[in-house]
């Protein structure tokens, strides 16, 4: 996969390329502001953009903002930010423009998990949408009074975390240590009691048609 | 060559510095501008208390009479500025200008030292400074003038009658010390009505004042100071170590891949899960120096990123004007972050609701709690340096805790604060 990387600490720079290469992929630039990044990715037409969410000059929403210009320009590219700390305010922004390839959403402390780092990175180039776990625990704890997710039950919003990153039912049964049936059984209630949009995939649209409002 | 700062500093410094500088010119100035000022100040001061006393009778008197603090308020204004002929620097502080005076209307009390100035200046100090320029001015220059003025007449000088040339260089001879003489009396004059001027105009209950304006200012300074040395700690940890350390958590994610299973990726593991825990420690440390949402985003989204980590539910209604300044917002905060914390530690609450609005130029928040209340303030150290780092900014922090509960922690602070 051929990948641009945008983020202006040096150092963090060299390490995702490192981790990107040695998983196999071609990292074709790795930049440190968010005008560089624009500027490449019209040049080279990348697969993946891994891109930091502040970056210079202002250091508030550069790297978002050049995320958003990606996909408005070029829908296919697949997109996966990084965060250095938790702004769900930032997520809507990033959503509300997702039609396209994949959008990933993630904290940077995930990349130090190489595999589940990688294993993110070629969920979105296949399309798919990865929130960070942490961030959509904390979306869910706020909207605990109202909104489409009030009906929940504990049990069901721990598996809508783990749907929102993406996880297969297999895969949420382990974390969960419950079975495969059970998460099943949550999972259909918990698109019973959300509303989706039709003729997308179910387990995303559960999660962005919450997510989308909460923003 | 040394300047000196005022004229009072110069005739007691070296006499050739004083005599070569501006200082006695400015003092013959200064003189010499009491001449007129003072007797424009007489027939004002006489006109209108004669004609507020004659039409005292038909009340309009008591307007007249009552214009006078006004004009001696405004003979004040220019005495102060004239005092700085002589002495430039200012101790009294700042009076107020006249377009504050004019503004403030009556608000202003009399003051009766600024009457008894005029009164002085009219009745007094012109006439002396009349009799002082005269004096000194007219001696000094007829005895430099002498040999030329002999010429045409005998010159009488204090029973002293010059009629010859030798007897006019004698005076010549004498009237360079007189006018040395007479620089100095003419300045020690100016200077002794400059402090006196001085003294009536800006009393030292004025100077004590402006010392505590000055105080309360520097105060503010201050907390901003600590505000702005906080942010910089903050972002030198989330721009050095904190990346250093994420940077660590990459390398040893890269090596755990390389490195077989057994005892080696084993140590491995636990060094990752250690520089995570640093992380996080790191991270936590930042936010509580300074969180890095609060400077990017302000109050709402920074109360509300605390209100997310809460394990008591929190409901947050934050309805501000826009950014406030730097120092109220983290006072704010950290009041929300103490208060959240301390519910979560002893209150028992089921819930919290955290609400900020502005109310007349001042933030208010409350944090109020459904817990058991008996909450002691004092005994609260976090809340008690927030309580001292708000009366630096004219704020107040109170705690309202009766046993069985609700408690409340109230903030209200002056928005224009730093």
């Not at chain 2, 303030?377 to 780092?389: D, E, V």
Request: proline share 5%; hydrophobic share 50%; charged share 25%.
């Amino acid at each position: 996969m051929r990948v641009v990387i945008a983020e202006d600490v040096a150092l963090l720079r060299e390490g995702l390329a490192a981790i990107l290469e040695r998983a196999g992929h071609d990292v074709l630039a790795a930049v440190g502001d968010a005008d560089a990044l624009l500027a490449y990715v019209e040049h080279a037409e990348p697969d993946l953009v891994v891109t930091d969410i502040r970056m210079p000059p202002d250091f508030s929403d550069e790297g978002l903002r050049a995320a958003v210009a990606v996909r408005a320009a070029h829908p296919e590219i697949a997109i996966m930010v990084l965060s250095a700390y938790i702004a769900d305010a930032y997520l809507a922004d990033l959503l509300d423009n997702a039609p396209g390839g994949g959008i990933g959403y993630l904290l940077k402390d995930r990349v130090g998990h190489v595999r589940e780092f990688l294993d993110s990175i070629d969920r979105v180039a296949e399309g798919e949408t990865v929130v960070d776990p942490e961030v959509v625990r904390q979306l869910l704890r706020r909207r605990r009074d109202d909104g489409p997710l009030a009906a929940l039950t504990q049990r069901e919003r721990e598996v809508l975390a783990l749907m929102a990153q993406g996880r297969t039912n297999g895969s949420i049964a382990a974390e969960l240590v419950v079975s495969e049936a059970a998460v099943r059984k949550h999972v259909g209630s918990i698109f019973a009691k959300v509303p989706i949009e039709p003729a997308a995939d179910r387990r995303v649209s559960a999660v962005l048609a919450y997510l989308r409002e909460s923003g | 060559m040394r300047t000196s700062p005022d004229a009072w500093a110069a005739v007691r410094g070296r006499p050739w510095e004083f005599l070569a500088s501006w200082w006695p010119w400015r003092s013959i100035g200064y003189l010499l501008t009491t001449v007129p000022v003072g007797m424009t100040v007489l027939v004002s001061l006489v006109l209108l208390l004669g004609v507020g006393v004659v039409t005292l009778v038909v009340v309009v008197g008591v307007v007249v009479l009552a214009a006078i603090p006004r004009v001696t308020g405004g003979i004040g204004i220019l005495e102060r500025a004239r005092v700085r002929l002589v002495l430039p620097r200012d101790d009294g502080g700042a009076a107020p200008t006249l377009r504050e005076r004019l503004l403030a209307g009556r608000g202003l009390r009399v003051s009766w030292s600024e009457i008894g100035y005029a009164v002085l200046l009219a009745g007094v100090l012109w006439v002396v400074d009349a009799l002082v320029l005269l004096f000194t001015i007219t001696t000094a220059v007829v005895l430099l003038l002498a040999p030329y003025l002999v010429r045409f007449d005998t010159l009488g000088m204090l029973g002293w009658d010059i009629d010859s040339t030798r007897e006019a260089w004698v005076a010549f001879g004498l009237g360079i010390p007189t006018t040395v003489a007479a620089a100095y009396v003419v300045t020690g004059v100016a200077c002794g009505q400059a402090a006196l001027a001085r003294l009536l105009l800006d009393p030292p209950e004025h100077r004590l004042v402006q010392a505590v304006a000055d105080l309360r200012r520097s105060r503010v300074d201050l907390v901003g100071a600590f505000e702005t040395e906080r942010r910089r700690i903050e972002r030198d940890l989330h721009d050095g170590v904190q990346q250093r350390l994420l940077a660590l958590t990459m390398t040893l994610g890269r090596a755990e891949l390389d490195v077989p299973e057994g005892p080696g990726l084993d140590l491995l593991r636990e060094a990752h899960e250690q520089a995570e825990a640093a992380l996080e420690e790191l991270r936590f440390t930042v936010r509580g120096i300074h969180p890095r949402v609060l400077t990017d985003h302000g109050l709402a989204a920074a109360v509300d990123d605390i209100a997310d980590r809460s394990p008591v539910p929190v409901d947050t209604t934050i309805m501000l004007p826009g950014r406030l300044p730097a120092p109220v917002e983290a006072a704010a905060y950290f009041v929300v972050s103490e208060a959240l914390t301390n519910v979560a530690r002893h209150a028992r609450a089921r819930s919290v609701r955290v609400r900020a609005w502005v109310e007349r130029d001042r933030l208010v928040l409350t944090v109020v709690d459904d817990g058991d209340g008996g909450a002691d303030p004092a005994s609260g150290s976090g809340l008690a340096g927030l309580a001292l780092r708000l009366e630096a900014l004219d704020g107040t922090l109170d705690v309202h805790s009766p046993p069985g509960g609700p408690t409340e922690v109230r903030m209200e602070c002056p928005i224009d604060a730093g």
